[in-house]
């Protein structure tokens, strides 16, 4: 029983990675800031660790997909992040691909059920 729930655990992860991924693109047309972010993500269904916002927003910045700004205006500072042209050109593209993967996926699954 340990084993099935440990692969269970392992294919959840990696379903998972890559559907944070276009979820982050997918907020990321105006400026955010990660706790924003995270709740904005709750609100919608996606929930998401700051643990792993983090570093994922670090990463898409380095990819050129997010560009960050430090807003230092207010009480404490914080960095925003918004879409890159070229993040918007990718992140178009992705949601694409995961509208017909998950068309494909859906009729799978019916079709799984007849």
Do not use: C, F, H
Request: glycine share 8%; charged share 30%.
């Amino acid at each position: 029983m340990g084993e099935e729930k440990d692969l269970l655990s392992t294919l959840l992860l990696e379903i998972r990675r890559g559907t944070l991924t276009i979820s982050v693109l997918s907020q990321m047309k105006e400026p955010k800031y990660g706790y924003a972010l995270v709740q904005n993500l709750e609100e919608k269904g996606v929930a998401i660790d700051p643990n792993t916002l983090y570093p994922l927003l670090r990463r898409l910045e380095s990819q050129g997909l997010l560009e960050s700004k430090w807003e230092t205006g207010g009480a404490k500072p914080r960095k925003y992040y918004q879409r890159t042209e070229y993040g918007t050109k990718i992140y178009k593209q992705l949601k694409t691909y995961w509208e017909n993967l998950s068309d494909g996926m859906e009729r799978l699954l019916r079709e799984e059920e007849a």
